[in-house]
């Protein structure tokens, strides 16, 4: 389960609470389904939500790093931190 699901679920009603049971027990499998996870999930920001807090973790991991020296190992995880972020979903 990922973050947005888990947000949404958590947001939503008793009505969606129950459609993410049925979808994470594996009932709802149909493109309908998929649509109203969607639905879902949009309408209650859980996307929004877990970029902003990728965006905030990653910024607190690369912060860490700052008592590292500078060097190719550093930059690399840097780098992935950033990208981690930065990707499509």
């Known amino acids: 389960m990922t973050l947005p699901v888990i947000l949404a679920f958590a947001r939503g009603d008793d009505a969606a609470r129950g459609f993410w049971k049925d979808a994470i027990a594996g009932r709802r499998i149909s493109d309908e389904d ?22 905030h973790y990653g910024q607190r991991a690369i912060d860490a790093l700052g008592g590292f020296p500078s060097g190719a190992a550093k930059d690399a995880m840097v780098e992935a931190v950033e990208f981690a972020v930065a990707r499509a979903y």
């Open 34 to 55: 998929f649509a109203e996870a969607k639905r879902l999930v949009q309408s209650s920001r859980a996307v929004d939500d877990t970029l902003a807090r990728a965006r």
